[in-house]
């Protein structure tokens, strides 16, 4: 169990990193009504952009999706075994019809990675369901590959608590390619650009500034790659001489 929570925790971790500028800007105040984006777009921002594990994809719909590959902790290998990092979930743990691809783990407590005891393994002798994925269009019995809607398990709140959304406002694609497996949080949040400057928002994140719903970045783009630079306070920065800033690889 303790092996579980681990793994879950990193990618806790790297969802977070989409979001780490809001830390300082959270707010109790209440969003401002419904902002509408009427800048022209910027035809070379549209695509898909990525760190090392995170991302972003500019869509033509004035529309954010967030992408997160965590395939370095969780992905299936060409015999359908499914590994949280090193270790292999049990088979019987993995259930497949070809439209539903469920995960759920049983620990009865008897085993600890860390190599405590019995009663020092937390949350021991419980199902814990990490995955319930739907797959989208016709069934495919011979293979996990494909896209599916994320419609249940551990990992809609983990990502939902990372970027300070309510899970049941969440729209979570998976998709399945190889040991590749992403995760799309679709249409996240709108997005404008404007001399430069590029504002993130939505009513649904807790990015709170004058806008009470946004983010802002200063953008650069130089071939294949996108520098975002965060204009604001990020919190338990002492240092704040230096900008955060992303840089990111185009990714299509």
């Not at 404008?192 to 928002?201: A, C, I, K, N």
């Amino acid at each position: 169990m303790r092996k579980i929570t681990a793994v879950m925790t990193v990618c806790a971790v790297l969802a977070g990193t989409l979001s780490s500028c809001s830390a300082a800007q959270n707010s109790s105040q209440p969003a401002s009504s419904r902002r509408v984006s009427t800048a022209p777009l910027d035809q070379e921002l549209i695509g898909t952009w990525m760190g090392e594990f995170t991302g972003y994809r500019f869509q033509d719909d004035r529309k954010i999706s967030l992408v997160m590959d965590f395939s370095s902790f969780l992905h299936f290998d060409s015999s359908k075994h499914l590994y949280l990092s090193d270790d292999i979930v049990p088979d019987d743990s993995i259930s497949y019809n070809g439209t539903e691809l469920n995960v759920i783990i049983h620990d009865d407590g008897s085993s600890n990675s860390d190599g405590g005891t019995e009663e020092e393994s937390s949350g021991a002798g419980g199902d814990v369901e990490l995955l319930a994925l739907r797959r989208k269009g016709e069934a495919v019995k011979e293979t996990y590959n494909g896209e599916y809607d994320l419609v249940g398990g551990d990992y809609i709140n983990i990502i939902a608590d990372s970027l300070f959304i309510d899970p049941s406002k969440l729209d979570l694609d998976v998709k399945i390619d190889g040991e590749k497996f992403i995760f799309t949080a679709v249409d996240y949040c709108d997005y404008e650009v404007s001399e430069g400057q590029l504002d993130m928002f939505s009513e649904n994140m807790a990015f709170i500034d004058q806008n009470a719903d946004s983010v802002s970045y200063k953008y650069e783009i130089a071939g294949d790659e996108l520098t975002l630079t965060y204009m604001g306070d990020v919190a338990g920065d002492e240092d704040d001489s230096e900008p955060h800033r992303e840089v990111l690889k185009r990714a299509d």
